[in-house]
């Protein structure tokens, strides 16, 4: 569901215009920040604690990472994002390759 969700939301439409008025107001670029990253980030986090791994905001950044990919940039340029079957297919394969490679098989219920 945190993968499915967080490439939902970061190539939603309102996501995709809030970044792009972003680049240009550092205003409004803290405050995604402030209310984006820096909110939900924690919350993740703790929940990656809880699976018992040692270093949970680099275990977050990588389920980011295999989540998101590129998937942002290129809609942010332009390119249609993926849709809600795509999003599901990307979630699942970022979880199982999450978990293969942190290890958790036996802690993370499958999606």
Same mark, same amino acid.
């Given at each position: 569901? &945190? ?8 190539? =939603?439409?309102? @996501?995709? *215009? +809030?970044?792009? !008025?972003?680049? @240009? @107001?550092?205003? +409004? ?11 939900? =980030?924690? &919350?993740?986090?703790?929940?990656? *604690? ?19 990919? %590129? *998937?942002? &940039? ?10 809600? !079957? ?9 979880? %199982? ?8 098989? @036996? ?5």
């Amino acid at each position: 569901g &945190i993968a499915r969700n967080l490439l939902g939301l970061l190539t =939603g439409e309102v @996501s995709l *215009a +809030l970044n792009r !008025a972003a680049m @240009s @107001s550092p205003a +409004l670029a803290a405050e995604l920040l402030a209310h984006g990253r820096h909110t939900t =980030g924690p &919350i993740v986090e703790g929940y990656l *604690a809880r699976l018992g791994l040692d270093d949970p905001d680099d275990a977050f950044r990588l389920l980011y990472g295999l989540t998101v990919q %590129d *998937a942002q &940039i290129r809609a942010l340029l332009g390119e249609a994002p993926p849709d809600a !079957a795509e999003k599901d297919v990307r979630a699942r394969r970022a979880v %199982d390759r999450f978990v293969a490679l942190t290890g958790l098989r @036996s802690a993370v219920p499958r999606l």
